[in-house]
């Protein structure tokens, strides 16, 4: 067990280099499934769910080498099996991409059910209907597996999905990259990630045209040759930086990132007036003497505002002048990290969807608890600007998105550290 400590009050000023981007890396790793020959990803993050789905495509039969911090190698042909149902698979969401992969090479797939964050439901009906679409039967065992099967290769269709999903996305790229014929997929989500992995895709002999749009059109290949790739960076990770130095009133260049990535965060940055200033692959962030003020913001899939920095945004507007009022439009549940936030003296209410969040209450530090990633990088934000002294436990769920975060922050200034908790001291505490 480990915490984080956060003494608040210093000031973020320096450079920081963002890590390549979590939610490409858990698609673009189980992709390699599909490939013929060996890869290599570089600009890989260094984070817990990163190792976690890498081991999980070890244990199917793959063979992955450690080249250096960032870079993988990964050799799939000796994966013999399309079962993955051990414990680790539950351990996150992005398991169900081993869904997709594994469809799109054995026409078959037995995955137990993800784990990830809790926003409430997390449905995953639209994957299987896609599945469905596509030729595969699908079935879950004791609720807790997904069995799907075919006895021959994915058809390519027309799939229109209900709901704008990056995972259903995804998936069904996945699933039919190899498939006979022609796939469309409608209403497709359009985030940075979905691209990135259709060009990871492409690169290694696809034909996936329109990625980035709302239509995708997936024409099956046989054969996908081995490549060397690189991942884009995190568009959340550099959100996360830019709202903990807009919160410290501090000035902050955050070096590789995508800037066209950031539209919606640099946006409602300069709307709440802090400097943004764009590069070829910075930004530069000043909040030094400027006063900032009450926003709106509301969450939505992509170009709309991420609602993986909404937390980061709701941590930066206690500390601006006036009341904002969020609208989360993408997931039901994703203010529990509020409750930890009321702790340190924040001015929060939560009506459903909306939280409506007074700003300049000053925050006091407090022993607060991460409830999910996002939330943990929120409450980490939080302290840094509240007086006193804040213990963040559960850090568990900040490690699996964000590579040395402590590393990171204390570089720009802050007084952060993790402490090593007993176990005894813990349980108490728990
Ligand atoms: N949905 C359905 N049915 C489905 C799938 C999704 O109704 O079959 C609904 C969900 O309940 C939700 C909405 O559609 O209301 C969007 O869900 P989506 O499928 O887009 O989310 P996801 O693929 O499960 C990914 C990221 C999340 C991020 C969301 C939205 C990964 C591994 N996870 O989740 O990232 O919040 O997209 O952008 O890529 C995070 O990084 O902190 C994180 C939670």
């Known amino acids: 067990m480990e915490k984080y400590i956060i003494n608040g009050g210093n000031v973020l000023n320096g450079e920081v280099t963002v890590s390549g981007a979590k ?3 858990v698609a673009i790793i189980p992709a390699t499934i599909l490939c013929d020959e060996p890869c290599r990803i570089e600009n890989i993050p260094n984070i817990s769910d990163v190792t976690l789905i890498a081991k999980i495509l070890q244990n199917l039969g793959a063979k992955v080498t450690r080249v250096n911090k960032s870079t993988l190698d990964i050799d799939p042909r000796p994966i013999n099996t399309y079962c993955a149902v051990d414990d680790s698979v539950r351990g996150m969401r992005a398991s169900y991409y081993l869904l997709g992969a594994l469809i ?13 964050c809790n926003f409430g439901v997390r449905p995953i009906d639209q994957h299987l209907k896609g599945f469905a679409a596509l030729g595969a039967e699908c079935e879950l065992l004791n ?45 497709a989500a359009k985030e940075p990630h979905i691209v990135d992995l259709a060009n990871f895709l492409n690169s290694m002999g696809a034909s996936i045209r329109g990625a980035g749009t709302d239509v995708i059109k997936i024409r099956g290949v046989d054969y996908l040759h081995g490549i060397t790739y690189s991942i884009i960076p995190d568009q959340i990770e550099a959100g996360t930086y830019m709202a903990a130095v807009a919160a410290t009133r501090g000035k902050l260049l955050v070096k590789n990132v995508t800037p066209k990535h950031l539209e919606s965060i640099t946006a409602k940055l300069r709307e709440i007036g802090v400097y943004v200033e764009e590069y070829d692959e910075a930004v530069l962030v000043d909040a030094t003497e400027r006063r900032l003020r009450r926003c709106n913001l509301k969450t939505m899939p992509h170009p709309g505002f991420p609602t993986d ?16 009022i969020v609208t989360e439009n993408v997931w039901d549940n994703r203010y529990q990290y509020v409750r930890e936030l009321l702790l340190m003296g924040a001015h929060i209410s939560v009506e459903s969807r909306v939280a409506i969040v007074d700003g300049q209450v000053p925050l006091h530090g407090a022993p607060v608890k991460a409830t999910d990633l996002r939330g943990g990088a929120a409450l980490i934000i939080a302290g840094l600007v509240a007086s006193g002294t804040t213990e963040l436990s559960s850090i568990h769920y900040v490690e699996r998105g964000y590579e040395e975060i402590v590393e990171k922050l204390r570089a720009l200034g802050a007084d952060i550290k993790k402490q090593y908790v007993p176990e005894d001291e813990a349980a108490v505490t728990a």
């Open 23 to 25: 939610n490409a890396a």
């Open 104 to 116: 799109g090479r054995f026409n078959n797939a037995r995955v137990a059910m993800p784990g990830g």
């Open 143 to 187: 609720g807790a597996i997904v069995d799907a099967h075919s006895d021959r290769r994915m058809q390519g269709t027309s799939i229109y999905l209900d709901t704008v999903s990056v995972g259903t996305t995804i998936n069904l790229m996945l699933a039919a990259v190899k498939a006979e014929g022609q796939t469309i997929i409608e209403n």
């Open 309 to 324: 920095c909404q937390p980061q945004f709701v941590a930066l507007l206690t500390t601006v002048e006036g009341t904002s």
